[in-house]
């Protein structure tokens, strides 16, 4: 018998066949004949395994593999994804979920042409550091401020500007690592700094920091939010007032690093202890740094507040530029700030903050409307009670009472990943191997996808 290899067509043919037509009607001459060829090598190695063939002449069959291959490949490499975590500041799905209003600026920002760094009245150029300036300053009370990429580029920039060649103070109870590699000792040397520890990791006094002043190549003193951990038990650390004290007598600035940027009362989402960049500055730091996308609500950002004289030299830095934020990430930042004019209006039209708030009462309703309707699509499943978390590396100790919807019937790992693996992605939590959805990170407009992608992964599964 001879082999029934020898009666695959050759690619010319098939890309000259009509039911490749449409492949080349919508997609470059070079991918098509790519996902041929691929599709070809795919039937050659089967028949090669001993695998039984389909009409191995059929143009159709190769045209369907070549669609498929095609189609797979114009998928988004970033795409949106449905949150079932219960994690609001979900780092690695992307932080803050904007608010329309920063949305819509955002969009303008990116298809139009801006006045990013014109200025309108003098009809010359102008600064881009001025757009979400004056709005800081109003919300927080602080004397200037500075927008750049992220704030770990915030501190990395002032670490360089106030103190690159000298010393900074920090107490060994805050040399923490943020996440993704970021950890102050490293960052404090890469910026050109010198790291002067004082302290032990659960106490450290006042005095420790006047004693490490004595040395004139000391030139700052750095405080760091724990913001991803607690220190408990036997502890002391020195409050920013002394600090400030301090910092005014020696005559060195005074930098905290807060990380998420909480700009309302936290007590009224039910959350305490974050410290917010207006008590901050009100408690006499010079000069405080934070994050855009944590509990701000707002686009990626690296934020910096303080007095006028420290942040000109910021600006004048030459890692100033190279930190830089883009114009749709001010015009978004821009407008999520706007919002907080009103911080009524903030907590219902911010995302981040309206998920935080959101009354355990609600979440039943919604988890119960998704159970009902994972029911009538034919999923076994029932309603139970949930913990989720703030997330971004802010209230380690929080848990947030929540509601979430088990998903029974098959094992919850090869559910997880049937789940991730289609059309949006839904990424849910796995506890003591059941498969929940917390229904407090869903967006609105979200729960009608995560139904049809649930149903479609049940399916699935079971069927492997
Ligand atoms: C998150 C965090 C940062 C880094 O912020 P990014 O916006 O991720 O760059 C810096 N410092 C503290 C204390 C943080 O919590």
Known sequence: MSDPRRTIPSVDSLLASPDFAPLLARYPRGRVLEAARGAVAEVREAVGRGEAAVDLTTAAHYALAAGRALEAGEVPSLRSVINA?????HTNLGRAPLATAAVDAMIAAARDYTNLEYDLDAGERGSRYVHCASLL????????ALVVNNAAGALVLALNALARGAGVVVSRGELVEIGGGFRIPEILERSGARLVEVGATNRTRLRDYEAALKDASVRAILKVHRSNFRITGFTEEASLEDLAGL??????????DLGSGLMIDAADLGLTGEPRPHDALAAGADLVTFSGDKLLGGPQAGILLGRAALIAELRANPLCRALRVDKVGLAGLEATLRLYRDPARAREEIPTLRMLGAPLAELSVRAGRLGTALTAAGVPCSVVDAAGAVGGG??????????????????????ARALRDGRPPVVGRIVEDRLWLD????????EDDLVRRVQEALRQVSSD
């Open 137 to 144: 300053c109003e919300l927080t009370g602080a004397e200037a």
């Open 439 to 446: 229904v407090r990170t869903v967006l609105p407009g979200q």
């Open 85 to 89: 975590t219960g994690v609001v500041l």
């Open 247 to 256: 910092a005014l007598e020696r005559g060195v600035p005074l930098l905290h």
């Open 394 to 415: 802010t209230f380690p100790e929080v848990e947030l009472p929540s509601k979430a919807v088990e998903v029974r019937g098959v094992g919850a790992d090869a559910l």
